[in-house]
């Protein structure tokens, strides 16, 4: 069994959930370092297939590397969670029997400069996870209207001061284009006051924002969820792990949604429309981490992992 050396969120608590067996495929929708995707490995030998994807090329040529001693047992290939259906008809596959989603950020990403993820170290203002796509952040702050900055940061952020930020970049950008992480940390930061008492950068929010826009990131957790359910065998288990408020509220209603049946009125006594539930929720709260896990790994502190079992058609 392999261990790797990578700090892999509620890596205990989503394996219980998704229990992988041996004979079995399941999926790492976000492989980032492989600590998921190895663990699922070593818990389903000794016949256990891992479909492994990450939109980053970096990442999936990491995993090739630390998941090699696998053989044939892990797949590992370049896409988006979304398009998980696509990428099953390709290998032959129809059904899989579990799904974890980590949607964190990897460390990898933001201990490298030069992906632009992160405002503590200057580098090229990115944030592209699959860098084959042709828009960028610096894209974002520099062609959007003041408007649309505004609404992106409000909404993407959840950040109170999205106008004022939104009128600070584009003031900005009139004088020199803003094209590095530290001049728009610097940018942002200059909107709050020298001893504001929040309890993070002023520009945690702000960068959360473009980060989210320029990946389509919600979007693809919407798709990613509805298509993922539908090819779920019967008993296959379903684990997301999210790290701030709008993800969790995505997930929560997609199995909210998906775990009710009738939907007629009440009026109506018996019913027309049919609908069955498709799964069953397993986490009527969010399972959060431990202090232990939170001391020894702090990127752990915001993170939520819910999870579902797909019902029988």
């Known amino acids: ?37 190895a663990e699922i490995l070593n818990r389903s030998e000794p016949d256990g ?22 053989g044939n047992r892990a797949i590992i290939r370049q896409a988006n969670y979304r398009d998980l259906p696509v990428v099953l008809t390709r290998l032959h ?12 950020v990897s460390s990898f990403h933001l201990k490298t400069p030069e992906r632009g993820f992160s405002f503590l170290m200057d580098g090229p203002l990115d944030m592209r996870m699959d860098r084959s ?44 284009p803003i094209t590095s992480t530290v001049q728009l940390a610097e940018i942002v930061s200059s909107v709050f006051p020298p001893f504001s008492h929040r309890h993070i950068h002023p520009a945690t929010l702000t960068f959360q924002a473009l980060r989210i826009a320029v990946n389509d990131e919600l979007d693809a957790l919407r798709d990613g969820i509805s298509r993922i359910t539908n090819v779920l065998k019967p008993g296959g288990r379903f684990v997301i792990i999210t790290f701030h408020s709008l993800e969790d509220r995505i997930v929560k209603q997609a199995f909210v949604s998906f775990a009710k049946g009738c939907i007629c009125p009440p009026k109506i006594p018996v019913c027309s429309c049919g609908r069955k539930p498709v799964i069953r929720v397993l986490t009527k709260k969010p399972i959060l981490p431990g202090l232990d896990e939170v001391k020894r790994n702090p990127a752990a502190r915001s993170a939520k992992l819910r999870a579902a079992e797909r019902l029988p058609s």
């Open 1 to 37: 069994m392999k261990k790797l050396d990578h700090k892999a969120v509620l890596l205990s608590e989503a394996i219980v959930l998704l229990a992988p067996q041996p004979g079995k495929i399941y999926v790492d929708g976000t492989l980032g370092a492989g600590g998921h995707a």
């Open 49 to 70: 297939v891992l479909i492994g994807l990450d939109q980053d090329a970096d990442a999936v040529e990491r995993c090739r590397m630390n998941l090699a001693e696998y």
């Open 93 to 104: 596959f129809n059904t899989v029997d579990g799904v974890l989603l980590d949607l964190g």
């Open 133 to 176: 796509r042709p828009l960028t952040a610096a894209d974002l702050v520099n062609s959007l209207s003041r408007d649309e900055l505004a609404n992106i940061i409000r909404t993407y952020g959840e950040e109170r001061m999205a106008g004022k930020i939104a009128g600070a970049i584009e003031k900005a950008r009139t004088r020199r």
